[in-house]
Protein backbone atom coordinates (compact mmCIF):
# COMPACT_ATOMS: atom_id res chain seq x y z
CA UNK A 1 0.00 0.00 0.00
CA UNK A 2 1.33 3.26 -1.12
CA UNK A 3 0.95 5.91 1.74
CA UNK A 4 -1.17 9.01 0.65
CA UNK A 5 -0.17 10.67 3.82
CA UNK A 6 -3.70 11.08 5.38
CA UNK A 7 -3.93 7.38 6.73
CA UNK A 8 -4.30 6.63 10.45
CA UNK A 9 -1.00 6.43 12.06
CA UNK A 10 -1.52 2.84 13.15
CA UNK A 11 -1.53 2.29 9.50
CA UNK A 12 1.88 3.80 8.44
CA UNK A 13 3.44 2.21 11.15
CA UNK A 14 1.89 -1.17 10.22
CA UNK A 15 3.28 -0.34 7.00
CA UNK A 16 6.55 0.83 7.38
CA UNK A 17 7.02 -2.25 9.44
CA UNK A 18 6.28 -4.38 6.78
CA UNK A 19 8.43 -2.28 3.98
CA UNK A 20 11.32 -2.31 6.84
CA UNK A 21 11.34 -5.81 7.29
CA UNK A 22 10.71 -6.80 4.16
CA UNK A 23 13.57 -5.04 2.71
CA UNK A 24 15.52 -6.86 5.73
CA UNK A 25 14.49 -10.30 4.42
CA UNK A 26 15.68 -8.92 1.13
CA UNK A 27 19.25 -8.46 2.48
CA UNK A 28 19.45 -11.66 4.27
CA UNK A 29 17.87 -14.10 1.86
CA UNK A 30 16.99 -14.99 -1.83
CA UNK A 31 13.04 -13.36 -2.50
CA UNK A 32 11.73 -17.31 -3.26
CA UNK A 33 13.17 -18.03 0.57
CA UNK A 34 10.64 -15.15 2.04
CA UNK A 35 7.89 -16.33 3.41
CA UNK A 36 4.63 -14.33 4.73
CA UNK A 37 4.93 -15.74 7.80
CA UNK A 38 8.37 -14.57 8.69
CA UNK A 39 7.82 -11.28 7.26
CA UNK A 40 4.49 -11.17 9.55
CA UNK A 41 6.51 -12.20 12.82
CA UNK A 42 9.27 -9.89 12.11
CA UNK A 43 7.35 -6.58 11.42
CA UNK A 44 4.89 -8.13 14.80
CA UNK A 45 1.35 -8.19 12.82
CA UNK A 46 -0.58 -11.17 11.86
CA UNK A 47 -1.02 -12.52 8.45
CA UNK A 48 -4.33 -11.30 8.24
CA UNK A 49 -2.82 -7.98 9.14
CA UNK A 50 -1.07 -8.47 5.83
CA UNK A 51 -3.42 -9.15 3.81
CA UNK A 52 -5.43 -6.26 4.62
CA UNK A 53 -2.81 -4.28 2.61
CA UNK A 54 -1.14 -7.12 0.02
CA UNK A 55 -2.76 -9.72 -1.80
CA UNK A 56 0.69 -11.46 -1.97
CA UNK A 57 4.56 -10.89 -1.06
CA UNK A 58 4.78 -10.24 -5.50
CA UNK A 59 2.20 -7.51 -4.64
CA UNK A 60 4.62 -5.84 -2.07
CA UNK A 61 7.70 -6.38 -4.07
CA UNK A 62 6.15 -4.96 -7.21
CA UNK A 63 4.84 -1.81 -4.86
CA UNK A 64 8.80 -1.69 -3.50
CA UNK A 65 9.79 -2.01 -7.87
CA UNK A 66 7.33 0.97 -8.24
CA UNK A 67 8.45 3.31 -5.87
CA UNK A 68 11.59 2.55 -6.80
CA UNK A 69 10.93 3.33 -10.42
CA UNK A 70 9.25 6.49 -10.00
CA UNK A 71 12.00 7.96 -8.09
CA UNK A 72 14.49 7.31 -10.60
CA UNK A 73 11.84 8.77 -13.07
CA UNK A 74 11.29 12.01 -11.06
CA UNK A 75 15.15 12.63 -11.26
CA UNK A 76 15.76 12.36 -14.83
CA UNK A 77 12.85 13.39 -16.18
CA UNK A 78 13.85 16.39 -18.00
CA UNK A 79 17.03 14.72 -19.69
CA UNK A 80 16.69 13.97 -23.58
CA UNK A 81 17.70 10.85 -24.87
CA UNK A 82 20.30 9.51 -26.23
CA UNK A 83 21.77 13.38 -26.08
CA UNK A 84 21.55 13.14 -21.94
CA UNK A 85 22.86 9.79 -21.64
CA UNK A 86 25.37 10.47 -19.30
CA UNK A 87 23.47 12.38 -17.59
CA UNK A 88 20.94 9.68 -16.96
CA UNK A 89 23.98 7.29 -16.21
CA UNK A 90 25.20 9.64 -13.64
CA UNK A 91 21.58 9.95 -12.01
CA UNK A 92 21.83 6.16 -12.16
CA UNK A 93 24.72 5.62 -10.17
CA UNK A 94 23.69 8.51 -7.70
CA UNK A 95 20.31 7.26 -6.87
CA UNK A 96 21.14 3.52 -6.42
CA UNK A 97 23.72 4.95 -3.66
CA UNK A 98 21.58 6.62 -1.92
CA UNK A 99 18.94 3.57 -1.94
CA UNK A 100 20.29 1.18 0.53
CA UNK A 101 21.42 -3.18 0.79
CA UNK A 102 17.91 -3.74 -0.53
CA UNK A 103 18.38 -2.10 -3.70
CA UNK A 104 21.68 -3.81 -4.02
CA UNK A 105 20.85 -6.90 -3.66
CA UNK A 106 17.43 -6.53 -6.26
CA UNK A 107 20.02 -4.89 -8.35
CA UNK A 108 23.37 -7.24 -8.21
CA UNK A 109 21.36 -10.41 -6.94
CA UNK A 110 20.55 -13.05 -9.91
CA UNK A 111 17.53 -13.99 -8.28
CA UNK A 112 15.58 -10.49 -8.26
CA UNK A 113 16.45 -10.63 -12.32
CA UNK A 114 12.74 -10.47 -12.93
CA UNK A 115 12.16 -7.76 -10.20
CA UNK A 116 15.10 -6.10 -12.21
CA UNK A 117 13.89 -6.24 -15.22
CA UNK A 118 10.44 -4.56 -14.27
CA UNK A 119 12.49 -1.54 -13.40
CA UNK A 120 14.71 -1.32 -16.16
CA UNK A 121 11.75 -1.84 -18.85
CA UNK A 122 9.34 1.10 -16.70
CA UNK A 123 12.35 3.31 -16.78
CA UNK A 124 13.33 3.09 -20.40
CA UNK A 125 10.11 2.84 -21.52
CA UNK A 126 9.31 6.27 -19.92
CA UNK A 127 12.85 7.68 -20.37
CA UNK A 128 13.26 6.78 -24.42
CA UNK A 129 9.15 7.02 -25.45
CA UNK A 130 10.14 10.92 -25.76
CA UNK A 131 13.70 10.45 -28.25
CA UNK A 132 12.54 10.91 -32.07
CA UNK A 133 15.82 9.03 -32.96
CA UNK A 134 14.74 6.18 -30.98
CA UNK A 135 11.20 6.03 -32.24
CA UNK A 136 12.54 5.50 -35.39
CA UNK A 137 14.57 2.44 -34.38
CA UNK A 138 13.02 -1.16 -35.50
CA UNK A 139 11.49 -2.97 -32.87
CA UNK A 140 14.75 -5.27 -32.80
CA UNK A 141 17.06 -2.08 -32.93
CA UNK A 142 15.24 -0.57 -30.00
CA UNK A 143 16.00 -4.14 -27.62
CA UNK A 144 19.48 -4.32 -29.15
CA UNK A 145 20.28 -0.79 -27.77
CA UNK A 146 18.23 -1.03 -24.84
CA UNK A 147 19.46 -4.71 -24.07
CA UNK A 148 23.46 -3.33 -24.83
CA UNK A 149 22.80 0.14 -22.40
CA UNK A 150 21.56 -1.94 -19.20
CA UNK A 151 23.76 -4.84 -19.53
CA UNK A 152 26.63 -2.26 -19.37
CA UNK A 153 25.66 0.02 -16.91
CA UNK A 154 24.64 -2.83 -14.43
CA UNK A 155 27.88 -4.59 -15.02
CA UNK A 156 29.30 -1.60 -14.01
CA UNK A 157 27.25 -0.94 -10.75
CA UNK A 158 27.39 -4.45 -10.04
CA UNK A 159 30.93 -4.63 -10.48
CA UNK A 160 31.38 -2.16 -8.40
CA UNK A 161 29.20 -3.24 -5.57
CA UNK A 162 31.07 -6.38 -5.73
CA UNK A 163 34.54 -4.67 -5.35
CA UNK A 164 33.12 -2.81 -2.05
CA UNK A 165 32.72 0.57 -4.13
CA UNK A 166 36.16 1.02 -3.53
CA UNK A 167 37.01 3.01 -6.66
CA UNK A 168 35.58 6.62 -6.59
CA UNK A 169 31.63 6.71 -7.97
CA UNK A 170 32.78 9.85 -10.26
CA UNK A 171 35.59 7.40 -11.76
CA UNK A 172 33.75 4.39 -12.03
CA UNK A 173 30.72 6.87 -13.90
CA UNK A 174 33.19 8.44 -16.31
CA UNK A 175 34.36 4.28 -17.21
CA UNK A 176 30.74 3.56 -17.76
CA UNK A 177 29.80 6.35 -19.62
CA UNK A 178 33.16 5.94 -22.02
CA UNK A 179 31.97 2.53 -22.48
CA UNK A 180 28.30 3.66 -23.27
CA UNK A 181 28.36 6.65 -25.52
CA UNK A 182 30.91 5.39 -27.60
CA UNK A 183 28.65 2.45 -28.44
CA UNK A 184 25.43 4.47 -28.52
CA UNK A 185 26.99 7.19 -30.72
CA UNK A 186 28.35 5.19 -33.15
CA UNK A 187 24.78 3.28 -32.69
CA UNK A 188 23.03 6.24 -34.15
CA UNK A 189 25.25 7.64 -36.95
Same mark, same amino acid.
Given at each position: ?????? @????????? @??????????????????????????????????????? =??????? =????? @? $????? $?? !???????? @??????? !????????????????????? #??????????????????????????????????????????????? !???????? #????????????????????????
Amino acid at each position: MILQGN @EDLRVIKTI @EAIKREFEALICEKDYEKITVKELCNRARINKKTFYHYY =ETLDALL =EEMQA @E $LSVGF $LE !RVKDFALP @EDLDKVN !REFFLFASEQGPAYEKITCGG #TYHAIRDQMTDQVNNEAWSRSKKYQKLSDFDKKLLMDFINNTVLAAY !RRWVEDGK #TAPMEDVIALTNRLVLGGVNGFFR
